[in-house]
């Protein structure tokens, strides 16, 4: 964590509050403990110094330094535990946490399910192209065998088969910023398609030609069959128009 005694820069650097720049010191704490928790390689898991330690380091007062990790345990970064034995320790951000601050923002600017769909089908195809560009050997192998039981699939296994696709190709293209925000997205959009099961059997034959595409590492086809694909997914209804929300 950072020292005062040490060049700044570094994982030991010194953390120097920004007056002037109008953000609240919790915040900039907060900012300096995840650059730390990155620089020194801190794992799922990793406890973080002790209360007096960090007090020490970041030269705060407690009450700064607790609104600082309960914003970083509010974001999903950190857990605390309480008791003895406890404390903060590092939590590995999933892209659930994502869905749920998006969600959050969305519904205060009163962002429609419509809206969202519209922005996830803008990413979609440069995330096909990109899975059929940087895809792996085990990628491609473990997509098509995802290809080969989508004909044995149900109507109440649709749905979740359907996400199942997006997400690997997601996975698949090794984007670092476009994947996880598509996949949130795909999160944020479930309550919009729970209920519709019937539509998404129909729509999952449309997923074996992209695959193929992506299997044979043709990118331009993959985006202009996802292109295609996403104007039909998912099945328009009423409940497209509602505000988002979070449950």
Known sequence: MHNANENPGGPTGTFLVERTSGEKVARQVARAIVRDIIELGMGEGAPLPPEPVMLSQYKIGRPTLREALRILEV???????????????????????????????????????????????????TLARLAAQNATETERQQLAELLHRTEEVTPNEAFAESDTFHLSVAVASHEPVLAPLCMALQLVLGPLRIGHEESWTNLLGEHIPIGEAIIRGAAAEAEALMTAHMNHYPASHPDQNQIVDWE
Do not use: W
């Open 75 to 125: 974001n999903g970064l950190i857990t605390i535990k309480p008791g003895r034995s406890g404390g903060p320790r590092v939590r590995r951000s999933d892209t659930r946490d994502l869905a749920r601050l998006l969600a959050l923002q969305f519904g205060s600017r009163r962002v429609t399910y419509a809206d969202v769909n519209s922005a996830r089908r803008a990413i979609e195809p």
